[in-house]
């Protein structure tokens, strides 16, 4: 097997200097009623050609965005991401390399570990980030779960506004832990009911923006209501280049960010691994969950970095630790940090403007079918529209034309009562061909 | 005399007094490199893309108009500044990576690949199910090898890593006893979780994360859960237990049928932490052993690659009596198709919630599935093998002059050591790793498990070759002949050749600096 170095003559040498005659004597400790007398039923070993074949029919199957027009959006999106990135996190060192426990011999993944905390701050306008956390949406709930310690109360107030399953995921982790949460309906504007619900006992509140239906908003007004009630504002966002273009979650006032980073750098990868950001205020660093990279000085006295405050953490903490992560996005985190290391904030803002110019194209084209409204009123690169038949529908018939015309809302919340609401996202990959495309075919599919 | 190679001209060596500092900071190969931000990227970009149209004026005051404060790199800078950085890490490609209970074993290319294939990186989370067939049918085949594996008849997949895979099986226990009547706010609640003391921090973190209090089993002399202590903490109160096997002293629990036993007995749950699978895998099935769930770290036995500290993967394989309460989504073989189950529906109501936005770490599904495809049923019971062959065989090889922490008996995939052995040396466990670095080596894991004093517990895989374990055994041989021989500096000093010296992590702490910031203190430099 080509993965396996020992030749049966190794085996039997190391045996011998072990002093025992076969290798069942090394399992002698295994009950004899659960030894498994030889290999399960299961395929036998395979070469590399069968693998390949054999995987590669698997994903022949799968429609590719690459390859139809494509508007799906809804927390995951479709970005050109530059052939240096998949280059250098393919290395060796980076790719083969572990958690960075022993720092001398690990300063490319701490150097741009800290790289990557500084461009994470700069871009939610944040003072402070982590290395890193699953995604956006165990962010959201580490960021209710942080809110809770910070301000001892136990409520959570959440926006409608939010992406239901970013609401579902949060909610399923901080119940269990006995935090009470208050999710608002859904509504294009949701934001705007948000202020009223903020309470004495309110530990945070969280809105999105751009919210799940596009809607971006200043939330400046609702920071000051949560401040002013001695609650923390959680902003998540799930498209990270709308920040290249939209005021920053920290300008607005937000105490917490949790985004989803996939966007720059990482693949679409059918939902993972993906690469959650988490900042927050100075004040609350130590509150804050996951791997933190620092800044401090060798022997010699020469500048390095290490992993710190790791005595937030399980390994140190065990019962008693603000979280129970040990693995974080490691490579996801280099391939955002590469992206956004070529884009600069000059590439960033230009990427952030271009999106944004596809989607108000594709907005005009689809707001002049018949029976077709449009409900986001100011947008980044995604936006709702009503249709006159059930968006589920109308996407699998537009699938049946090789389209991915977007993502339904029901499909993310099938009981808001919102099955005719499409969620249309366009990116600097969407041509001006496939916009005419959707539109015409969308027309065609309404007018049957 | 000049030291110039001029063309055409062969060097010979010169034989020098002094070894001079360089004058810059670089050392041979090895470029001194500063932070992207302290260089000359303010306003620069390395990605041609048009020029937009306009400006966003229809957005109005939500433009964000204050310097971001992001440099950029052209493509060449960009390359150089992270192959430079790449250079000053340790990695499997470059040697043994002997982390105990972290299996840093070979990541095969293939699986890159195949991950890379656009019909499943490029495709979309929430894509119609009918064009996403052949990637729901992928994520059914892994489950199917995972659970035939493991001998158990369900699998949860969407865990992102091992600690979330344990949050997922305790939330899955969890909802089983609230479904029985003994939630964690009813009449007859069962609210503790018994944790052997050798355990990984993950799995009190998890436990009490969850909202149980998290009660400690003693170990006998010999690294195994104490079955008296054990059955005197089992009682109407327990929840679970959660045991690593092999556990983390790298010992295979002998009694774990009397423990899986007593526990069900008890009316509790067997939570099994899967992160030493690889030292049974084919030879041994979870479910035989009577184990009620337990996470599988893709990352590390079935060699997705651990990528600087991520992302991994947490499958939860689960058994008939947890399985109604795992989390959505999941796949169903429907006979003409595949569906992804998404949310509590009719079919699945016990369901306990869903633990991330989309189905988990479909890129980790699919390197998972070439490994295991790529070995086979056969194949992967060699590898448990060889990994613990491997390990006996360091035991075997250092035991006369290191003292291992359980002598008797073959230890699996793991050797552990304690540091009786450096009584009277003054050299520390941690001194003795980082002169291992000047050596070459990454160091084994320190101090844990914590039952073990100064501890030291060296996993060295199944894909290191003898010649490469040689090499490894040699050097630790050579070095504890230092240590006992009172070749103190070597060990206080080191690493003395690594990229840099000993790192003050006090400091960091004390004053933690964790972002860069502009000597004015700004987030950007001024231009």
Redesign the interface.
Known sequence: ???????PD??E???A????KS?D???????A????D???????????L???R??????????????VP?F?G???Y?HHV?A?V?H??????????????????????L?????F???V???T?M???N??L?????AMAEGVLMATRVTRRNKAVISGGV?P??V??T???V????VETQALPAAVDAEAAVIDQIGPDTACVVVQTPNIFGT???VTKIAEAAHAAGALLIVVVTEAVS??????PG?MGADIVAA?GQSIGN???????Y?GLFATRDKL?RQMPG??????????G?R?F?L????R?????????T??????????T?AFS?H????????????A??N??KA?ATRDAVAAIPGVKVLTP?FFNEFAVKLPKPAAEV??QL?NHHI?AG?PYS??A?DAGMDDVLLIAAT?TTLDADIQILAKTLAKVLAN | MSTMNTVGRPTTPNAVESKPATLTGGRGLLQNEGLIFEGEGWGKTGVDLPAPKGDASDLGDLVRRDPIGLPGLSEPEAMRHYVRLSQKNHAIDLAIYPLGSCTMKHNPRLNEKMARLPGFSDIHPLQPQSTVQGALELMDTLSHWLTTLTGMPAVALSPKAGAHGELCGLMAIRAAHRAAGHGLRSDKPRNKVLVPTSAHGTNPATAAFVGYTVVEIAQTEDGRVDLADLEAKLGDDVAAIMVTNPNTCGLFERDILEISRLTHEAGAYFYCDGANFNAIVGRVRPGDLGVDAMHINLHKTFSTPHGGGGPGAGPVVLSEALAPFAPAPWVVNTGDGFKLVEREEDEAEQAFGRLCAFQGQMGMYVRALSYMMSHGSDGLRQVAEDAVLNANYIKARLQDLMSPAFPEGPCMHEALFDDEWLKGTEITTLDFAKAMIDEGFHPMTMYFPLVVHGAMLIEPTETESKAELDRFIHAMRALAGAAKAGDKDRFKGAPFHAPMKRLDETRAARQPVLRWTAPDGSNMAAE
């Open positions: 097997m080509r993965y396996l170095p020992l030749t190794d085996r040498a190391m045996l200097a072990i002093g025992v290798i004597d090394l399992f002698v400790d295994v009950p009623a659960a030894r498994l030889g290999p399960v039923d299961l395929p036998r070993v395979a070469g590399e069968e693998v390949e054999a995987l590669g029919a698997l994903a022949a199957k799968n429609a590719t965005a690459g390859n494509f799906c809804a927390g995951a479709k530059p240096t998949d250098i996190i393919q290395r060796s060192e980076f790719l083969t390399s572990y958690t960075p426990y022993q720092p001398e011999i690990a300063q490319g993944t150097q741009y570990l800290y790289e905390q500084t461009q701050a700069n871009l306008g003072p402070v980030a290395a890193s699953y995604d956006g949406s165990t992406h399953h970013y579902k995921a909610e399923t982790v119940h269990a832990v006995g971006a908003t200043d920040m290249g273009l939209l005021k920053s300008e989803e693949a679409l990868n059918f939902g993972g691994p690469v660093v791997r933190l990279t620092g800044e401090t000085v060798d022997a010699d020469e390095g290490v710190t405050l790791s005595t953490e399980q390994h140190i903490r065990r019962d008693k630790a979280s129970n992560i040990c693995t974080n996005s490691g490579l996801c280099l590469i956004m290391s070529l884009l600069g904030e000059t590439g960033l803002r230009r990427l403007l271009l944004h110019e108000v100011r996407v699998e699938a991915l993502v499909r993310l099938p600097e």
